[in-house]
C-alpha cells in the first residue's frame, strides 16, 4: 500500500473531493437501525460487514460509522442483540480496504484512555490515517451495570468525557512523559508511543443532543452529528440549523462540520418505496424491542397516556431509530441528499434494512445523480 499523507484538512475531508460526505450507519449491529422482523434484516456477521466495506468503497462511499451498543434490546428479535466491537471491527476494516473513512464508537466511562488512545493509534497506523473516532458517554443504564459501572448523572458524565479525551490527546501528542492531575483522573508519567499516523489525529464526532452533550461536542470535536434535520423542511430552515451549530463552535474559537443520519428505502417508483418502508418498519416492526428500547427512556404506558405511547411508539419505529426515513424513487432520495447539502450540511451516515442488497441500487441510481446535481464527484 501506498504512504498516504494525512493533514487534518486531508482526513477532515475523508481523503475524496466530495462536498456531501456519505456514509453507512450501524452496519455493525444485528438489525442495523431497523427493528423489524423481516427475515432479509441485516446480520451484521463479519462476512457481510466486510463484503460491505468493499462494496462502500469501490462505490465511492466515504465513510462508515458504527453504533457502539454492548446490550440488545430484545423483542422477538433481539434487536441489536448481537453487535461487533467498533475498534477491533474498524481495524479489520481499514486493513481490508485502502480508501474508506472508518470510525470506533468509544464509551467514555468503559475503556481507560490510555489503553483507548492506543488502540485508537493502533488502528490509525493500520488504516493510514483513516480512522475517525465517535465518543459517546452513553445513556443506556442497563449496558452500564453489565459492567459494573456506576452511570454518573448526565453532566457529570460530559465533565468526565473532558477528562478521558484530554488524556487522550495529550498521549496522541506529549514527546515526553506526563502527569495528569484532574476530578476523576490521576496518572503519573504517562508514555505513549508511537503517536497517530504522521503526526496529526484521528478525527473526532460526537452526537450530544443536550445542551451540555452539544457544548462537549462544539468545545472538542471536528464534527457533530444531529439526528434531527428534516430535508423536507426548506433548504433554508435547515441552514439556519446548520448556521446556529456553526456559530455556536466560533464562539468557542473553533470550526465544526455538521452530518446527519437517515434511514434509506429507494425503488423506481414512489409507490413501491412507501410500501417497501411500510412494510418493513410498520408491518413487520419488533414492536417489544421498540417497546423495551422507548423504556429505557422512560416513555412506557405507566409514564404517557395511550395515545402519547401510541404517537411515540410508532415515531420511534419509522424515525427515531433510523433518523429520518428518505423514502422514494432516485430522483426524491438524490433531491433530498443534495438539498441537506446545500443548507450547509457537510455529511450523512445512512443505513438500509439490508445494506448489502440496498446499496447496489443506490450506488448505480442516487449517487451518479447526486454528481449532476453538484454535490458529489463522478466515480
Ligand atoms: C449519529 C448518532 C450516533 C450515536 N451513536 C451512539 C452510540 O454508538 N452509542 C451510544 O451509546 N450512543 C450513541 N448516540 C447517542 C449520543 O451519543 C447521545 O448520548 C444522545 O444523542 C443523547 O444526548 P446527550 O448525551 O447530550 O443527552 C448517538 C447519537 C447519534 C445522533
Redesign the pocket.
Known amino acids: 500500500m501506498l504512504a498516504r499523507t494525512a493533514s487534518m484538512p486531508d482526513r477532515l475531508a475523508m481523503y475524496t473531493a466530495n462536498a456531501l460526505k456519505i456514509g453507512l450507519?450501524g452496519a455493525n449491529c444485528s438489525s442495523g437501525r431497523s427493528a423489524t422482523k423481516l427475515p432479509e434484516r441485516w446480520s451484521a456477521s463479519w462476512p457481510d460487514c466486510l463484503r460491505l466495506a468493499r462494496m462502500a468503497e469501490d462505490a465511492g462511499i466515504d465513510f462508515i460509522?458504527?453504533?457502539?451498543?454492548w446490550k440488545g434490546y430484545g423483542g422477538e428479535t433481539d434487536f441489536h442483540g448481537a453487535t461487533l466491537e467498533?475498534v477491533t471491527w474498524a481495524a479489520g476494516l481499514l486493513a481490508a480496504t485502502e480508501r474508506i473513512v472508518v470510525f470506533g464508537?468509544v464509551?467514555a466511562p468503559l475503556f481507560h484512555p490510555l489503553i483507548a488512545a492506543k488502540e485508537f493509534v493502533t488502528v490509525d497506523h493500520i488504516g493510514q490515517g483513516r480512522f475517525g473516532i465517535?465518543l459517546?458517554?452513553?445513556?443506556?443504564e442497563g449496558?452500564f451495570e453489565m459492567f459494573g459501572v456506576t452511570q454518573r448523572d448526565?453532566d457529570s458524565?460530559?465533565d468526565f468525557a473532558q477528562e478521558w479525551l484530554d488524556v487522550v490527546k495529550r498521549a496522541w501528542s506529549e514527546a515526553s512523559d506526563f502527569d495528569f492531575d484532574g476530578q476523576f483522573l490521576k496518572l503519573k508519567s504517562a508514555r505513549a508511543f508511537p503517536k497517530p499516523y504522521e503526526g496529526t489525529r484521528p478525527i473526532i464526532m460526537?452526537?450530544?443532543?443536550?445542551?451540555?452533550?452539544?457544548a462537549?461536542a462544539l468545545r472538542n470535536c471536528d464534527a457533530f452529528?444531529?439526528?434531527t434535520v428534516d430535508s423536507r423542511l426548506s433548504i433554508d430552515a435547515n441552514a439556519k440549523k446548520v448556521d446556529e451549530i456553526k456559530r455556536a463552535a466560533r464562539a468557542f474559537g473553533r470550526d465544526i462540520e455538521v452530518?446527519?443520519?437517515g434511514q434509506v428505502v429507494c425503488r423506481p417508483t414512489q409507490k413501491e418505496a412507501e410500501d417497501y418502508y411500510r412494510h418493513a418498519v410498520i408491518e413487520n416492526a419488533d414492536w417489544s424491542a421498540v417497546a423495551q428500547m422507548m423504556a429505557l427512556k422512560n416513555i412506557t404506558p405507566q409514564t404517557v397516556s395511550p395515545e402519547e405511547f401510541g404517537r411515540q411508539q410508532h415515531y420511534f419505529a419509522s424515525k427515531g431509530i433510523g433518523?429520518y426515513p428518505f423514502v422514494g424513487t432516485p430522483d426524491q432520495v438524490a433531491q433530498e441528499l443534495a438539498n441537506i447539502s446545500k443548507a450547509g450540511m457537510r455529511g450523512i451516515?445512512l443505513s438500509f434494512v439490508n445494506y448489502l442488497d440496498e446499496l447496489p441500487y443506490f450506488r448505480d441510481e442516487v449517487l451518479p445523480r447526486l454528481a449532476r446535481l453538484g454535490v458529489r464527484q463522478p466515480h
Open positions: 450507519f460509522l458504527p453504533i457502539g451498543r467498533t464508537t464509551h465517535n459517546v458517554v452513553g445513556w443506556n449496558e448526565h458524565r460530559y460526537n452526537a450530544g443532543r443536550s445542551p451540555i452533550g452539544q462537549f452529528f444531529t439526528a452530518y446527519t443520519v433518523g451516515a
